[in-house]
């Protein structure tokens, strides 16, 4: 769990982290504003995708939170931030810190920040950093309801997942049967707890966490929303056209913080966004949707949801015949609507608007 700024203690109680000491000179306000103004200008920037993990962002942490690794990783720790997504990315590039995770991972949408390689050790959980990735998750842990949402739970088994396998190691996820405070014996679980891992006197992710849920989705491959296949086509959306899927295009890059109108009209406007979208996510930024662009821009939407996301589903029913209100609720009523599409269409019928039902609505 990493800490805001405002609650740190002056001394770090991670490993390898630098004491805090604040130096009032007019150097080092110098230094700040001049750094400041640098990640001012990053931030302008387009986001760079990650090459550890391809669907997250690379926003890197300052390379004095961090320090080579020297074993192999075996291990991946589930932390809480006590803090914001934006402002524990800040802070892990301060180094003040003296502290960093691996990933950050925001509650509303699922998006994934990078920030230290998974070759190297961040600094995040003490006399246990050498062997294991840190994935921060935005929230506090004494308002689980608010934070882990099911988007955070779907992107975090995703990561999980992959850093698991491309390491070739078991997916033993605790389960939450030892109670959620529990110390476990690392030889019987390598995903587990900040709190879970001996010698830590951290609480994260908190009695809240859904434990039983969380193994579920890591070793089912369910994150992804029925088990995504990755050989899916999809139709080119591009320039010039117009139609239900522009619309659906342009309600999808609203979801993700893009001004457009969702008025079925590819014009400027939704070519520059789409470009833009694009470079953010490591891709061609050529303004063409297809097979590339589609599976980023989607976004798992089920009962609960709301928002442009929720907007695109039911504008795709409506086009498919079903009574529902475009108006951004997933309610009862659009949960129907999508089991009984996924039904007509020969998928699982579980509401869950996943990679497959995406693709389904495109064609």
């Not at 879970?196 to 951290?202: D, E, P, V, W």
């Not at 009523?333 to 998928?347: C, E, H, I, N, P």
């Amino acid at each position: 769990m990493c800490r805001t700024r405002r609650s740190r203690s002056p001394t770090s109680s991670r490993n390898n982290a630098p004491t805090w000491r604040i130096i009032k000179t007019k150097n080092t306000i110098d230094g700040l504003l001049a750094g400041l103004l640098v990640a001012c200008a990053a931030a302008a920037l387009p986001a760079a995708a990650s090459t550890d993990y391809p669907p997250a962002i690379w926003n890197p942490a300052a390379s004095c939170n961090y320090s080579a690794r020297t074993v192999s990783v075996s291990h991946v720790a589930v932390h809480t931030t006590q803090g914001s997504y934006a402002g524990s990315i800040s802070w892990f590039q301060n180094c003040s810190a003296g502290v960093s995770a691996h990933y950050v991972i925001r509650s509303s949408d699922g998006q994934v920040t990078q920030m230290v390689r998974e070759a190297d050790k961040a600094w995040h959980i003490g006399n246990s950093n050498g062997y294991t990735v840190g994935i921060e998750h935005e929230g506090y842990v004494a308002n689980p309801s608010a934070w882990y949402t099911t988007a955070m739970y779907n992107a975090s088994a995703d990561l999980t997942r992959d850093i698991l396998a491309s390491r070739a190691l078991a997916q033993k996820v605790y389960d939450g049967a030892s109670g959620w405070n529990a110390v476990l014996p690392d030889a019987n679980f390598d995903v587990k707890g900040h709190v879970n891992y001996a010698s830590q006197s951290h609480t994260d992710p908190g009695s809240g966490w859904d434990w039983p849920r969380y193994k579920q989705l890591v070793t089912s491959g369910s994150g992804s929303g029925g088990g995504a296949t990755p050989t899916l086509t999809w139709p080119v959306v591009q320039y010039g056209n117009t139609g239900e899927r522009v619309r659906t295009v342009q309600y999808l890059l609203q979801q993700w913080g893009y001004s457009v109108t969702a008025d079925g009209s590819f014009g400027s406007t939704t070519l520059t966004a789409v470009k833009n979208f694009q470079a953010s996510q490591g891709l061609g930024a050529d303004g063409v949707v297809g097979n590339a662009s589609w599976p980023a821009l989607t976004v798992l939407a089920q009962q609960g949801d709301s928002g442009a996301k929720v907007r695109a589903v039911q504008s795709q029913l409506v086009e498919s015949g079903y009574a529902v209100a475009v108006d951004g609720v997933f309610g009862p009523g659009t949960d129907s609507a999508v089991r009984s599409f996924q039904g007509a269409k020969g998928l699982g019928v579980d509401g869950i608007v996943g990679e497959n039902t995406w693709n389904k609505f495109a064609w």
